[in-house]
């Protein structure tokens, strides 16, 4: 049929006897004024409740499709692909459908995916394996990758091959090459500057808007305290919060480079090391992260308050799944990282 090696036929059978078989085209139905389209697509296997259907459009013998034994059905091969991808317990594949199955997650959590892997699996040719990008926030029940593979009928030996990829990876590094990692509960101390705030007149935005992100992950923000532009203030609220022992510290507004912006200096007062001052990330960019006797400390910028996407929401859910932020994970940041001005 397609000049494979392993031996693809067309074989006209009786309808009653197709069952268990695989369709060689798509087939057909139509219905005058009500219908017209597939009724079964090419590689289906036929039924036995499919039978009367067959007969209905007039099909008393069909054409089948008998592969060879170096061949896989596109729905076999895809299925195949995503059992080999799933070795976390916190994924799932739908069922095989046109050569294509859907991998979700079953749990909230920080997806992490090896790249270069995916691009290996890509480069064999024939098959496909599409994902979200790599440190993806992710839900129960959201699709997070699909194998796909692109002909009816695919060589064997070009999945297996695919399977031992997957293998020698876990292998090397000990780790599936899709991962959720979990977030871990945080109580947060939360601290908001400025004079306008801290004498009432106006209302606290920061509050709430941090608040809203950090339950987002199963995360609270356990006690918010009010400063005023007094450098020496900041570090005493600053170290009462490392005192309370929260698990992190966040302190707003003044994060600017004006002179009267007391904020970044006084979290470097307090004994902070400063990983980064800016980051290079639009909306952002003016945020500090830090760590403060293992504690990690950011100051934040005004835009949290009203972005719904900022340098905070990259950062906060990789703090909260364990990772420890360094130099280098600021500076590449700014690899996609405009996103608004």
């Not at 017209?36 to 590689?43: M, S």
């Not at 835009?303 to 990259?314: A, K, L, Q």
């Amino acid at each position: 049929m397609n000049g494979r090696a392993g031996g693809t036929k067309l074989t006209e059978v009786p309808v009653q006897e197709a069952v268990g078989l695989r369709l060689a085209h798509d087939l057909t139905q139509i219905i005058p004024g009500k219908f017209k389209g597939r009724l079964f697509t090419k590689g289906h296997l036929v039924r036995e409740e499919d039978i009367p259907k067959l007969l209905d459009i007039g099909k008393e013998h069909i054409y089948i499709l008998e592969l060879g034994e170096a061949e896989l059905h596109e729905d076999e091969a895809a299925q195949r692909m995503a059992e080999a991808l799933l070795v976390d317990a916190d994924l799932t594949a739908t069922a095989p459908h046109e050569g294509k199955v859907t991998v979700k997650a079953s749990r909230q959590g920080l997806l992490e995916i090896d790249g270069e892997l995916i691009h290996a699996i890509n480069r064999l040719g024939e098959i496909a394996l599409a994902t979200v990008p790599h440190r993806t926030v992710v839900q129960p029940d959201q699709r997070v990758a699909a194998t796909r593979v692109i002909p009816l009928v695919v060589d064997r030996a070009k999945i297996e091959q695919a399977e031992r990829l997957f293998a020698d990876y876990r292998s090397m590094k000990g780790r599936p090459p899709l991962q959720i990692r979990p977030f871990r509960p945080m109580r947060i101390g939360l601290l908001t500057t400025g004079g306008e705030v801290y004498s009432g007149r106006i209302v606290d935005k920061f509050g709430p808007a941090v608040r809203e992100k950090v339950e987002a992950f199963g995360s609270v923000v356990a006690e918010q305290r009010f400063a005023p532009d007094d450098r020496q203030i900041i570090v005493k609220e600053i170290d009462y919060l490392l005192r309370a022992e929260y698990d992190m510290i966040l302190v707003t507004g003044g994060m600017s480079v004006d002179p009267d912006d007391r904020t970044p200096a006084a979290i470097r007062d307090a004994g902070a090391e400063i990983v980064s001052y800016g980051t290079p990330m639009l909306p952002g960019s003016m945020l500090l992260m830090g760590y403060l006797r293992g504690v990690p400390i950011l100051g934040l910028p005004g835009c949290v308050m009203h972005d719904p996407y900022t340098s905070f929401d990259v950062l906060l859910p990789r703090i909260l799944a364990g990772d420890t932020i360094t130099r280098e994970d600021i500076v590449t940041m700014g690899f996609g990282g405009m996103l608004g001005c």
